[in-house]
């Protein structure tokens, strides 16, 4: 990608053709983290290789793990590659020298966090601005709870790691999180007994699948007040070196599907994407609403997670409402979502979803704000947020406010607007998904930059 100032789009022709898309960003951090704890050698194929999990592997060399980055060769989609991780044992990691900068990525902090609680050696974890804002007192105290000594700023990063032992924990989280259950799950690997994490309902479970496929021992059940419950059962005392080929990311095919969907007369197909249960609410979501979006399952090579081609066709949309668990499976998506709910017809209502809040930018707000300027009838809410459709965009100059996925739904917005539309910060899409505006562009739009 360049570096022009703006991303410049104007209205597009029908959006058209087959793309690949890069590797999962959620996996992409499980697989980088448990494969530096393995014995010897890990390949990871089609790993994300963005902002997001550059800094993952900027901490993890920082910590003594040797990783080697083939881009392109093999095959790999654009924006990923195959990635060779010299594993160190499960307490094997060095003491760094310098603090561990995690960049904007939370998931690299609060993941990094339940390995760093369980080492032999003291580090301290860092971000950006916005990432020193985010909590972190969600992973902290129930970490402290299982025996880990961190020292925060105020419940904020920067976190500092002290060496502890770890001892079995049972917790109950207020809020569905994976970040936060996957925390503790990977504590619990350094733990001398079992580790129990309760969720008003479940999270995307990847950790707890690619935690069995290694071999580890994982349980999960729902109790009696229908929470879903997940345990370790004891800690171990290594793990194997893995060879994955991950799925791509079903939250970057989300900008691609909506646009497919509001760009008339358009017919795309995404192979290859991870459509793990948890994680594929907005396909739902948009269904109910009327959407032609066709999942057609392919093998899973690696029968961790399943994958499918999704393949989508453009059409009317009608409004939906959306509350309760249902958030917590499209809880990246909630951006291309409002998006999407500009062109449907009626009131679409999204409720029960604060935690929006809390991610790259106060999404409720930063969604609400940048897509009135270009037309959008939306209401902020202290949960959630209200659109009134079908509105006839007007393109503008908008900003991405450090936001990779409020910046490539802004990309959307502007493909269906009328003129043209101006992307101010739309770097931040480096983040996730470098490519998409050439993936775009692949597809018939008018973008440059
Ligand atoms: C993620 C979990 C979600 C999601 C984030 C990635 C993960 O965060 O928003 O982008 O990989 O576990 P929360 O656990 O805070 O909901």
Redesign the pocket.
Known sequence: MGKGHYLRIRPAGKLQGTVMLPGD??LS??ALLLAALGEGESVIDNCLHAGVTQAMMECLRNLGVQIRVNEAPGGQPTGSAAVVVGGRGLRGLNEPEQPLYCGGS??TM??MSGILAGQPVRSTLDGNARLRERPMDRIVEPLRAKGAVIRTTAGNAPLTFFPAELKSSSHVLP????????ALLLAGLFADGPTTVSEPHG??D??ERMLRNLGVRVEERLDRAGRHVVRILEGISRLPRMHMRLPSDP?SAAFIIVAGLIVPGSDIAVPGVCVNPGRIGLLSVLREAGADITLRMEPNVNGVEPVATIEVAAGPLTNVTIHGHRV?AM??EFPIFAVAATQANGTTVVRDAA?LR??ESDRIQAVTEELTKLGARMEPREDGFVVHGPTRLKGAMVDGRGDHRLAMSLAVAGLAAEGETLIQGWEVMNESFPEFPSVLRRLGADVSW
Do not use: F, M, Y
């Open positions: 960003k959620s951090h499980r939370a998931t609060r993941l809020t569905a999180s994976a970040q936060v259950k996957s999270s995307r990847h950790t939250s917590t809880i990246d935690e809390l991610k």
